[in-house]
Each structure stands twice: as structure tokens, then as C-alpha cells.
T-cell receptor, first 111, second 114 residues
């Protein structure tokens, strides 16, 4: 009963490098989300996908791209990492008006 | 401006004691209010979700209340256990135009000491 699985768990990048954060859910949820969590700030939505084949910007989309590969998988890409993108990234999935189910996060440091 | 404010910011209690966490919000229009528990190094886990017509909802030793008139919610933890040490986050679902939006509080950090 995996729920939401995120990889990798930890990553260190140099400024300008690129990487993709992977997320997969096995609950057959339609909606998937990417959030970032920083000290002293509430979770902030980066991008979301209301259903397979659609993606929309959240509050803080600059510097990120996403792909809803299929109903299970939703990836987040940093094309050119910046120190301001040092954060903990959470993927979540849900049905409408139902609780979000979160993965355990990717801890990203950009030096 | 849509906001969710939680108090206290942090709290220390002894194992076995009860505690109450507060959440005030200014989100309008309102859809529902959620409480999440986040253990250190883990993702948030849902405790309760309440619509405006629900005054109270329980999940084991956790009881959430909602007063939609005063825009206040509380989370009461009964007979605390060491495993209750975590951050508790209040989240309000509202609307921004035609889009549903979740507004996250900063959380209350609870430490339960033996």
C-alpha cells in the first residue's frame, strides 16, 4: 500500500544544473500536485494537474515545468536550478473535496 | 486577502495532558477546513475535513471544531502521547475566481514530553 512515492529523497545540485523530481500514486486519483515547503512559510503550490492530460500553474511556478505522464505519474522539472529553489518538495494526490495524500518529500539543496 | 492564522506557534505539554490548537481564517468564499499532522521529515497526513455545516468532527483522540460565523476552528488533542509530537497545520479551501484554492497556515509545533 505505497500511496504517493517520491524520488529521490535527497538531492544536491549546483546552480544551473537541471533535474527531474518523480512522483507516482497508486490510489487512482485524478488530481496531482507539487508543493514546496520553506521555513516560516506555509506550503506553496507550484503546479497541479486536475486530471490526466491537464496541468495548471499554482502560486509559484517560475523556474519549474511539469509533466503528467499518465494518471499515476506527475513529474517536476527544474531546468536551471537556483539557490532560491532550495526547499523540500512534496507531491500529493487527491479526488475533488477529499484530503490530499502526500509523499514524504524530496529535500533539494542548490549551491 | 485570504489568510489562515494559527496559534500558538509552538506548544510543549506533558504526556497524558490535553491541548487545544487554534485556527482563524479570513478565506471567502469558504468551501471546507482541514487539519493535517506533519511529523518531522514526512509529508502532511490528513486528520479531519469539515464543511461549513459541520460543527465538530473527531478522529480518535483528535477533535476538530468549526465556527463558520466567527471563522474560527480548533483542534483538541485528548490524552496526548509522545507520538503526537508534530506540526499541526490548518488549511482552508476557498475560491479564487472559478478555481478552488487551498490556503495553508504555518502550523503549530507541538512537543509532548514524558
Amino acid at each position: 500500500n505505497a500511496g504517493v512515492t517520491q524520488t529521490p529523497k535527497f538531492q544536491v545540485l549546483k546552480t544551473g544544473q537541471s533535474m527531474t523530481l518523480q512522483c507516482a500514486q497508486d490510489m487512482n486519483h485524478n488530481s496531482m500536485y507539487w508543493y514546496r515547503q520553506d521555513p516560516g512559510m506555509g506550503l506553496r503550490l507550484i503546479y497541479y494537474s486536475a486530471s490526466e492530460g491537464t496541468t495548471d500553474k499554482g502560486e509559484v511556478p517560475n523556474g519549474y515545468n511539469v509533466s503528467r505522464l499518465n494518471k499515476r505519474e506527475f513529474s517536476l522539472r527544474l531546468e536551471s536550478a537556483a539557490p532560491s529553489q532550495t526547499s523540500v518538495y512534496f507531491c500529493a494526490s487527491s479526488e475533488i473535496n477529499s484530503p490530499l495524500h502526500f509523499g514524504n518529500g524530496t529535500r533539494l539543496t542548490v549551491t | 486577502k485570504n489568510q489562515v492564522e494559527q496559534s500558538p506557534q509552538s506548544l510543549i505539554i506533558l504526556e497524558g495532558k490535553n491541548c487545544t490548537l487554534q485556527c482563524n481564517y479570513t478565506v471567502s468564499p469558504f468551501s471546507n477546513l482541514r487539519w493535517y499532522k506533519q511529523d518531522t521529515g514526512r509529508g502532511p497526513v490528513s486528520l479531519t475535513i469539515m464543511t461549513f455545516s459541520e460543527n465538530t468532527k473527531s478522529n480518535g483522540r483528535y477533535t476538530a471544531t468549526l465556527d463558520a460565523d466567527t471563522k474560527q476552528s480548533s483542534l483538541h488533542i485528548t490524552a496526548s502521547q509522545l507520538s503526537d509530537s508534530a506540526s499541526y497545520i490548518c488549511v482552508v479551501s476557498g475560491y479564487a475566481g472559478n478555481n478552488r484554492k487551498l490556503i495553508w497556515g504555518l502550523g503549530t509545533s507541538l512537543a509532548v514530553n514524558p
